[in-house]
């Protein structure tokens, strides 16, 4: 029970399974009076006004009952300090409905639609003038007949954008909306599989975006809604990823998918001369399916040269080979000037032998020597390995266990 005033101002989580009668019996003795009078953020809020005061800045409401949309509508209405909202439904909402709640949204600067988004719910949300981050959900939506530019949405604020959807319903939206946020941009693909929608994706995106972009994240959408379109997978190659050179000031890049990326060493010493101001790239697959075995992993001496290529960077995402004894002579005159932190080796394997013992600290050794400020290694841990090429073990991700402990005990 909530009895502190402070308490009561700042935060309440209800969980779904709350007792109705509770709400009801309230309801009966104060009508038409909110429960906590003075709250100011509620969570997992279900749709009841009692629940949903007028002081509400930030707020999520779920609603699973048709039935509450007009209570949800009309309490949004009156919180006229709202700058954060959540809204979730798997059910059809109505243009009416969302329009409604957009209007006179002058104070809201993040706004989070985890709904199945129409164009014209869509081009309500520029009546938030001062929106900074933007989070929808999208698949089959209708771009309006004789379209032209006055049907664009104009967020001039927007910083943050996040698109949750398939890579061919995601294309339209963002190449007519026009957006253009200034800082991060961010895909959850449902079905990515194929080069050429995925080509069209990268492409839509580098017409789209403001010059001053420097965040670019794609991965799986898998779990964030139900709207998977399911085909073969089919490996990308470093050629779709070619426009990126464009966005000269991108200085994070995240491609977490559930498609085989098949990159050389090579290609991707390429992308990062591509991309000179880049601090964080990330290529760890999503998943640990058989298919991408077909892939192989890059050899670790390739993390010299990526050491030398951007040492700038100060995170790195790769999956590598079990061929570190490779590398003994190339680090003989080897002298790094990275400045990486993190490594993440995603499910690179190892060959473990009754002759590696001391394999765990070999490794971090040679680790310490490319990447002297390495602060933190991290790995999939054995519930995600997957099946593997050549049978990847618990035995592997033991090692990388030790390993992680190892660069965390001395980098202190």
């Not at 491609?255 to 085989?260: A, H, K, Q």
């Not at 499910?347 to 002759?355: I, K, N, P, Q």
């Not at 490794?363 to 002297?372: D, E, G, K, N, S």
Request: with cysteine; glycine share 4%; hydrophobic share 40%.
């Amino acid at each position: 029970m909530l009895t502190n005033d402070k308490t009561r101002q700042v935060l309440a989580v209800f969980p779904t399974n709350y007792d109705t009668a509770i709400l009801e019996a309230f309801h009966n003795t104060f009508p038409n009076r909110p429960l906590f009078p003075k709250l100011i953020h509620a969570v997992h809020v279900p749709a009841d006004p009692a629940l949903l005061p007028p002081s509400l800045q930030v707020v999520g409401i779920n609603i699973d009952d048709s039935d509450d949309f007009p209570c949800v509508v009309n309490s949004i209405r009156r919180m006229a300090l709202l700058r954060s909202l959540h809204l979730k439904s798997f059910l059809e909402i109505s243009d009416e409905d969302i329009t409604g709640i957009m209007e006179n949204r002058e104070a809201l600067t993040e706004l989070t639609l985890q709904i199945l988004i129409t164009w014209t719910q869509l081009h309500s949300v520029q009546q938030c003038a001062n929106l900074r981050s933007l989070s929808i959900c999208v698949r089959n939506i209708v771009i309006p007949d004789g379209w032209d530019k006055s049907l664009q949405i104009h967020l001039p604020h927007l910083e943050t954008l996040r698109v949750v959807g398939d890579a061919l319903d995601i294309v339209p939206l963002i190449q007519h909306a026009q957006l253009h946020p200034k800082a991060a941009i961010s895909f959850h693909v449902t079905s990515p599989s194929a080069n050429e929608s995925f080509s069209t994706l990268i492409h839509a995106i580098c017409g789209s975006v403001a010059p001053t972009l420097n965040s670019l994240t794609i991965t799986d959408g898998y779990g964030v809604m139900s709207i998977h379109s399911a085909t073969d997978p089919q490996s990308i190659g470093f050629d779709v990823l070619r426009p990126l050179f464009h966005l000269k000031q991108l200085n994070r890049l995240v491609l977490n998918l559930d498609v085989p990326i098949s990159f050389s060493g090579m290609e991707i010493l390429d992308l990062l001369s591509g991309l000179p101001e880049i601090r964080e790239l990330n290529l760890i697959p999503h998943r640990g399916w058989d298919w991408r075995r077909e892939i192989p992993f890059l050899s670790p001496s390739h993390l010299i040269y990526f050491a030398q290529a951007a040492p700038q960077l100060r995170y790195l995402g790769i999956e590598v080979d079990e061929n570190w004894r490779d590398l003994h002579n190339e680090m003989i005159s080897f002298r790094s000037k990275s400045c990486l932190e993190t490594l993440h080796v995603g499910r690179s394997e190892l060959t473990v032998t009754d002759g590696d013992e001391d394999m765990d600290e070999d490794i971090f050794v040679t680790l310490r020597q490319i990447f002297p400020g390495l602060r933190k290694i991290e790995f999939v841990g054995v519930e995600g390995v997957g099946v593997s090429r050549q049978g990847r073990t618990e035995a592997d991700v033991m090692i990388w266990r030790r390993i992680a402990r190892l660069v965390a005990k001395y980098s202190k």
